[in-house]
């Protein structure tokens, strides 16, 4: 007899079971990368239109931003500045006390102190950003006025000030996580060569993390340069091409706010901008997850 | 076993310790001589890792942990556990290679350099001589030489763990603590590792933690065998494996328990 006895047969109902729940996964992981690549396809269908009037060499390099005046101007650059310098100014902030705040955490503090910092920090992750927005405004605003009298109410500085406090608890969490992966025994060895804990913390430990710390800080990058409601409150609107942060200027992000909320006829060229805009920051953070991506791939540390 | 003139280079002296309440190692005198190697040997959770790690007070970077009685630390006759002492200072004499070779995520150079960077040694003639001399002794050098600056993780089990000896020689310790440092290495790996370890007696005075019998066996001048947090029998490593005095080591020796 060589057939199979019964209880070894084959039975196609568990493998006709498996076969669903593989399908419903693949969808699950499916959709997410579908969704993506649908916005970035609509994004370039409908910028079409404002190219076929703007060419692109004249929206990367025209220094005025105007779709809405009668003298109509296409060029990306100042709401790139603006981007980029509110950008800067919050990583000033967010970079440091980030890093600063995930050694402490991750190195220094005692588990109590640990267990009961986080959750504060991370609740300004969750203040609502257009509450910062105010908070820029009416509040650091002034303060900075006072230092600066000549500082206009809107201006790039307070709002990347407080956008930075913002990202603050993104890049320590995210620090603190790489560093608390270091392995105790990697610890050790800088402990009994003699080393004090701030040693180990800046020789040892922060370079074995410093993939996810870089991963860390391109984040926060990319919550910056997206950010929209802070910059949309407390910047100004006003498409300036400067890069002097004590100036109201306008990010590709509050453009599109601003005109999104106004009543622009569907299929106008100044409607097609948002689109453009659109595509410009998504293609910016694009390539800062790229570098993120690459970075962490190149300093990944194999223990 | 020649009996040449030996110097006591530390002892233990009623040395207890816990972890929070649970105390792990209950009294245990113990001495160390100078140019000698001591193994310490016993069933897992006896107590013999905990005991190395009190002579670098690597207990003091956890919290709870708390000694009682001494070690003393010679020609100074100073007690490293007092709180006169200062721990930092006592694993600048005394250093340390564990059981996972555990390189730092630098250059084969900067992991040798380490030790002397943190003491604030930066002169590049210096640690170009101190890493040579140290890499060298730890045989390390010749397969090294021609990539100082490669990431130590490249390096082989076997050789990444002579790096961390390398890197514990440079700083011309007085005590060298081993902690199973060929437990995570292959055969080959193991003999260069004990081979090296005959070497560099003649320099210091060496402890080391196995839980290899053959290994006490090779390597060491002194065996303590502990049980249960005790010492239980303590002499010259072949009177140990020959002729143990207590029943319990000859039980363990033998394969009867443990």
């Given at each position: ?182 392995p ?10 003699g080393s ?44 300036n091409?400067?890069?002097n942060?004590?100036?109201?200027a ?28 659109g ?5 910016m ?19 | ?96 290679v ?38 060298t ?12 600056q ?100 000859e ?8």
């Open positions: 007899m060589n057939t199979p006895s019964n209880r070894l047969a084959y039975k196609p109902l568990r493998h006709i079971k498996e076969r669903i729940i593989e399908a419903g996964l693949f969808l699950a992981a499916f959709m997410s990368v579908a969704t993506t690549f649908a916005i970035v396809a609509i994004l370039v269908y409908e910028s079409i239109p404002l190219f076929k009037v703007v060419s692109l060499w004249t929206f990367l390099t025209d220094t005025q931003w105007t779709p809405l005046f009668d003298d109509a101007h296409y060029g990306i650059m100042p709401l790139v500045a603006g981007t980029m310098v509110t950008t800067a100014v919050a990583l000033a902030v967010a970079i440091p006390m980030g890093t600063i705040i995930a050694i402490y955490l991750s190195e220094f503090a005692s588990h109590k102190v640990r267990e009961s910092i986080k959750p504060v920090l991370e609740l300004l992750g969750a203040v609502p950003t257009v509450v910062y927005g105010y908070f820029a405004l009416i509040f650091v605003t002034p303060l900075l006025q006072k230092l600066m009298p000549e500082l206009s109410g809107f201006n790039m500085l307070s709002a990347g000030l407080v956008m930075g406090i913002m990202i603050v608890p993104y890049v320590s969490s995210v620090s603190e996580d790489a560093m608390r992966a270091v105790m025994h990697i610890r050790e060895g800088s402990y009994a060569m004090t804990r701030f040693q180990t913390a800046t020789r040892v430990v922060v370079p074995g993390a410093f993939s996810g710390i870089a991963a860390a800080y391109i984040l926060g990058i990319s919550r910056a340069v997206g950010e929209t409601m802070i910059v949309a409150v407390a910047a100004g609107m006003q498409p091409f400067t890069l942060p004590l100036e109201p306008a990010t590709i992000s509050s453009y599109i706010v601003q005109v999104a909320l106004g009543d622009l006829p569907h299929g106008s060229i100044g409607y097609q901008t948002i689109f453009a805009a595509l410009t920051l998504m293609l953070t694009l390539v800062f997850n790229v570098i993120g991506y690459w970075l962490s791939r190149k300093f990944r540390e194999v223990y | 076993m020649t009996e040449k003139e030996t110097i006591l280079k530390a002892e233990a002296r009623d040395l207890s310790f816990y972890y929070g309440q649970a105390k792990a190692l209950k009294n245990i005198s113990l001495p160390l001589y100078d140019k000698k190697v001591t193994a310490l040997i016993g069933p897992s959770g006896c107590g013999k890792s905990t005991f190395l790690r009190c002579f670098n007070r690597m207990h003091d970077l956890y919290p709870n942990n708390h000694y009682e009685g001494e070690i003393v630390l010679h020609p100074d006759n100073v007690n490293v556990l007092s709180d006169k002492v200062d721990p930092i200072e006592v694993r600048m004499r005394i250093s340390m564990f059981q996972k070779p555990n390189p730092f995520p630098k250059s084969i150079y900067e992991n040798v350099a380490y030790g002397l960077r943190v003491r604030g040694i930066n002169k590049k003639s210096i640690l170009d001589e101190k890493v040579e001399e140290a890499l002794n730890a045989a390390l050098w010749n397969e090294a030489k021609d990539r100082l490669d990431l130590a993780f490249n390096l082989s089990g076997g050789q990444q763990q002579r790096l961390c000896i390398a890197r514990a020689l440079a700083i011309d310790p007085e005590i060298m603590l081993f902690d199973e440092p060929t437990s995570a290495l292959d055969p080959i790996a193991t003999a260069s590792i004990e081979e090296l370890m005959d070497e560099l007696k003649s320099r210091f005075s060496i402890l080391i933690v196995t839980h290899n019998m053959q290994q006490a066996a090779r390597v060491s001048d002194y065996t303590a065998f502990l049980y249960l947090g005790e010492l239980i029998e303590y002499n010259e490593t072949k009177k140990i494996f020959t002729n143990p005095d207590r029943k319990e080591t039980d363990y020796i033998t394969g009867r328990f443990g």
